[in-house]
Nanobody, 114 residues
Framework: QVHLVESGGDLVQPGGSLRLSCAAS????????MYWVREAPGKGLEWVSS????????YYADSVKGRFTISRDNAKNTLYLHMSNLQIDDTAVYYC???????WGQGTQVTVSS
């Protein structure tokens, strides 16, 4: 079966850090671009970051540039998002996605609050 399973979401104070993981299965993970997308309360989906299959091309939304880092371990079929200096506006459900196949995980909740 084809799956994306996110983990690592948590409640964190402003200025804190988290690392999200996304475990992939059922498709050739190492050949696909992968994405992180988030949905904040009362807002639509927002693209956060993209990473190519070789992990040598990264792209970030302006709102997270310099604070978030996307990476992948193709041997482990896992995508990561390291988030630092988290702000209240980063509160959202974070999804990893294989957009070419329209495959999404179930999401993981990140809440930034003092």
């Amino acid at each position: 079966q084809v799956h994306l399973v996110e983990s690592g979401g948590d409640l964190v104070q402003p200025g804190g850090s988290l690392r999200l993981s996304c475990a992939a299965s059922g498709f050739p993970f190492s050949t696909y671009w992968m994405y992180w997308v988030r949905e904040a309360p009362g807002k639509g989906l927002e693209w956060v970051s993209s990473l190519n299959s070789n992990a040598d091309r990264t792209y970030y939304a302006d709102s997270v540039k310099g604070r978030f880092t996307i990476s992948r371990d193709n041997a482990k079929n896992t995508l990561y998002l390291h988030m630092s200096n988290l702000q209240i506006d980063d509160t959202a459900v974070y999804y990893c996605a294989n957009l070419r196949s329209d495959l999404w995980g179930q999401g993981t909740q990140v809440t930034v609050s003092s």
